[in-house]
T-cell receptor, first 113, second 112 residues
């Protein structure tokens, strides 16, 4: 089955700096890579996703990159703000049949004002 | 309007009891899930249903039994609760075969 590793487990940045979270996956059949943000005590919410037919996707201050050859994908948050503080999860899955996504172990991001 | 709602939000119960968590979605999605999030925040899928049919059943003790009376509902019944069952249980739904998942607010289960 799919195995997703996520690093770092915790990340502290100054407000205004950039934050990068990296994930690797094991199953070369995976072609869908969502990222979820979970604020303290809240539900995980999808913030961005990417499919394997593109290498990069951007939405305002967040961007995701994918390297299928190396089986790496990353989340980049620029100009971080205190409200970006949360746990971020990467995930990987494939679109064949009724697929499931496998989640990474999460990164706790703290943005220091 | 809440898209995916689950009840109760908090559940405190004694070891050995049987309890149920209910989940409903009003998004018209075909696929619903149960996830378990432990104290270390790991999110692990337990079950997935598509149009009332079980399609994913991870290695979960058979004390856990999901039931889907229709595609808008997926309930989770847990028998003989154990201390290790304490966690937050999230229901989720998806309209596109398991991709963009919408989560419920979670049920924090504490077994004492």
């Amino acid at each position: 089955g799919e195995n997703v590793e996520q690093h770092p487990s915790t990340l502290s940045v100054q407000e205004g700096d950039s934050a990068v979270i990296k994930c690797t996956y094991s199953d070369s059949a995976s072609n869908y890579f969502p990222w979820y943000k979970q604020e303290l005590g809240k539900r995980p919410q999808l913030i961005i996703d990417i499919r394997s037919n593109v290498g990069e996707k951007k939405d305002q201050r967040i961007a995701v990159t994918l390297n299928k050859t190396a089986k790496h994908f990353s989340l980049h948050i620029t100009e971080t703000q205190p409200e970006d503080s949360a746990v971020y999860f990467c995930a990987a899955g494939n679109s064949g049949g009724y697929q499931k996504v496998t989640f990474g172990t999460g990164t706790k991001l703290q943005v220091i004002p | 309007d809440t898209a995916v709602s689950q009840t109760p939000k908090y559940l405190v119960t004694q070891m050995g009891n049987d309890k149920s968590i209910k989940c409903e979605q009003n998004l018209g999605h075909d696929t619903m899930y149960w996830y378990k999030q432990d104290s270390k925040k790991f999110l692990k899928i337990m079950f997935s249903y598509n149009n009332k049919e079980l399609i994913i059943n991870e290695t979960v003790p058979n004390r856990f039994s999901p039931k889907s009376p229709d595609k808008a509902h997926l309930n989770l019944h847990i028998n003989s609760l154990e201390l290790g069952d304490s966690a937050v249980y999230f229901c989720a739904s998806s309209g596109d075969r398991g991709r963009r998942a919408f989560f419920g607010q979670g049920t924090r289960l504490t077994v004492v």
